[in-house]
């Protein structure tokens, strides 16, 4: 039995994104560079990439996660550039410019790779590097996107700055690429620099009973209102866990009209798949955040630093709860005060929650 897509974004489909597709249309338009904040499988990667798309444009993705020194990061980037541009005429320029620079390059019908061996060039290809998706898009007359996942992750190798300052410098002197910085939360620094933010929310209610009706209304089934309600309090608009909770619906093979019973039994096999993976994110996060999370799991509020709170909750004092409050969103666990410090992953919650209880 095929499972059915169950895709809220992918193909150039972005339900309930219109503003924000818009707001990042424009920025690209003017040439501008932003930073899409939202929590994990919120739909951030698959924004910049219709976007781009509906532009005629390229999209290069690069996973700084992954990079551990400077070679490795050129390594990335030319791997991105080598993704994106994949046409004949545009892997001969690709060709002409590794020739150019005197770069290796794997090039064969199963595999198209540049490798730059010895670090002993690495601070004069840097540059050459860096300038590549602009000599590419003034070629083929295109914008370039460049999306960095994880970008705050340069620091940790590089520790001065020279690196990043490079890159800023060099990104400043493009006229026709664009950077989208994809993180779970806008931080000090990118606030202060300009850059144009896109938050993306959690989607409304309204917008994930429309798509769940007409969804299962192409394979033959509706839904009651107690199980629209049932399935909108799991999943409270998140985009990830909709799709996966609407997946896990369909293998049960629910009756023509769906009831609450079908869902609720739907979540309670999906808690039961996950539980191993939540046991071990918490295994991996200090003793106050885990606290703090159980807390907000059991009893919300806005106001986790009241008095009033701390004590009932027994939650460390002053930094060290700003501190585990700050880290939680940074790893998109929760939502920040304008969000009135929800955890972000519902389903996680409501575990959470059967856990502690």
């Not at 818009?22 to 899409?36: A, K, V």
């Not at 005197?102 to 061996?117: C, H, V």
């Not at 992750?153 to 664009?178: N, P």
């Not at 049960?252 to 939540?278: K, Y």
Request: hydrophobic share 40%; net charge negative.
């Amino acid at each position: 039995m095929s499972i059915p897509q169950f895709a809220l974004f992918g193909h150039g489909l972005l339900i309930g994104r219109a503003s924000e597709a818009g707001r990042l249309q424009h920025c690209l338009e003017q040439d501008g560079d932003c930073l899409i904040a939202g929590v994990p499988r919120s739909g951030r990667t698959a924004l910049v990439r219709a976007v781009t798309q509906s532009l005629g444009g390229y999209c290069l993705e690069v996973d700084c996660l992954r990079a551990t020194n400077n070679q490795r990061f050129l390594a990335l980037y030319l791997d991105a550039i080598a993704t994106a541009f994949t046409a004949p005429l545009e892997r001969e320029q690709l060709r002409e410019w590794a020739i150019g620079h005197r770069i290796s390059l794997q090039d064969e019908p199963t595999a198209f790779k540049f490798e730059l061996g010895s670090s002993s060039r690495e601070r004069q290809l840097s540059s050459a590097i860096l300038a590549l998706p602009q000599l590419l898009a003034e070629r083929f007359e295109q914008r370039v996107v460049v999306m960095f996942r994880n970008f705050s992750h340069l620091q940790t190798w590089d520790r001065q700055g020279h690196w990043e300052a490079q890159l800023r410098s060099e990104i400043a002197r493009q006229t026709q690429v664009c950077y989208a910085l994809i993180a779970t939360a806008a931080e000090p620094w990118a606030i202060a620099s300009g850059l144009e933010i896109i938050a993306l929310n959690p989607l409304s209610q309204t917008t994930i009973e429309q798509w769940l009706d007409q969804q299962f209304a192409d394979l033959g089934y509706g839904f009651s209102p107690e199980a629209l309600q049932a399935f909108w309090a799991a999943t409270q608009g998140h985009p990830g866990e909709t799709e996966t909770l609407a997946r896990r619906l369909w293998l049960l093979q629910p009756s023509s009209t769906i009831e609450r019973s079908q869902v609720d039994a739907a979540v309670d096999l999906l808690l039961e798949d996950l539980a191993l993976t939540f046991e071990s994110l918490l295994l991996l996060l200090p003793t106050s955040q885990v606290r703090l999370l159980e807390s907000l799991a059991i009893d919300p509020t806005s106001s986790p630093q009241a008095q009033q709170y701390i004590q009932k909750h027994q939650l460390s004092r002053g930094g060290g709860l700003q501190g585990a409050l700050n880290s939680l969103m940074q790893k998109g666990l929760i939502y920040g005060p304008e969000s009135g410090y929800q955890i972000a992953l519902p389903l996680f919650g409501q575990w959470l929650r059967r856990r502690v209880s």
